[in-house]
């Protein structure tokens, strides 16, 4: 499974707007400075936020965008399958033999656990030194 810069740009848009979660409507010039990206994609890229009721608009000099939801109610997987749709390790998974099929439900289940149960909220609150030792390989 591959997230496009759809997905990944989507996810920059909600973190910055739940860091300011609550201090009213941020632009989306502010978040496309900050992070180095094109405005005009981040544009293109809030409205099916928009549409789906992750974040609401606000018009005129001072609007732009906030979280139509606190951060911690706003999972990953929502903001992930609005803009990438449904999750799905490969393609035609019903056409694969039943050892394969079930390696590739196992990744999705995985996959989709994960963004699942990661909010918004957290990943706005990340910081390097919250990081949880990884796993160590020996070979």
């Known amino acids: 499974m591959k997230i496009s810069t759809k997905g990944r740009y989507g996810l920059t848009i909600m973190i910055e707007l739940a860091k300011h ?7 989306l010039r502010k978040i496309a400075a900050e992070k180095e990206l094109s405005e005009a994609y981040l ?34 997987a929502h903001v992930i399958s609005v803009l990438e749709g449904p999750i799905q390790p490969v393609e035609g ?6 050892p394969q099929r079930e390696l590739w439900l196992r990744i ?13 909220e ?4 990340y910081t390097e030194e919250n990081v949880v030792e990884g796993y160590m390989f020996y070979i």
């Open 21 to 27: 979660y609550g201090e009213g409507p941020i632009p």
């Open 43 to 76: 544009e293109q890229l809030v409205s099916p936020l928009r549409n789906s009721g992750l974040v609401k608009s606000v018009r005129g000099a001072y609007g732009g965008y906030m979280l139509a939801n606190p951060p911690s109610e706003i999972s990953a």
């Open 93 to 98: 998974i019903e056409n694969e033999e039943a």
């Open 108 to 120: 999705r289940d995985a996959v989709k656990n994960v963004l699942d149960t990661t909010t918004i």
């Open 122 to 125: 957290d990943l706005a609150q």
